[in-house]
């Protein structure tokens, strides 16, 4: 009994760090940890995706550059520190980040 009100108040905490750290983050990027490095309007560890939107407003390669950079990661279009590769994330939820991250800038 004691171990499970300890877990409730851990998961709580957790939820309510979360959702300070994460303010409009869509749902697939906090199931994905994404949140752990990326914010919509300002730095973290990688780029805002604000930015990142920003940077490829026309580009007609960006989605598949995005989709192939979140699965196997890389360095060196925003500065030295690499992304690490998602190779466990699913291909729809690689859809639906890489066209809510390109959605920001529209
Ligand atoms: C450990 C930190 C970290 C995590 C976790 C992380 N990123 Fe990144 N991300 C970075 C860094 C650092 C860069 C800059 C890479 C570069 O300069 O090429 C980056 C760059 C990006 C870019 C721009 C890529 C480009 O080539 O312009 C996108 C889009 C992106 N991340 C999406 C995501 C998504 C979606 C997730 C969750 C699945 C995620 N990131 C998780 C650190 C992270």
Known sequence: ???????????????????????DMPAVAKKNNCTACHAIDKKVVGPAWAEVSKKYKGDAKAAAHLDQKIAKGGSGVWGAMPMPASPKMSDADRKEVVDFILGLAK
Request: charged share 5%; aromatic share 0%; net charge positive.
């Open 1 to 23: 009994m004691k171990s499970i009100i300890v877990s409730m108040i851990a998961a709580a905490g957790l939820m309510i760090a979360g959702s300070a750290l994460a303010t």
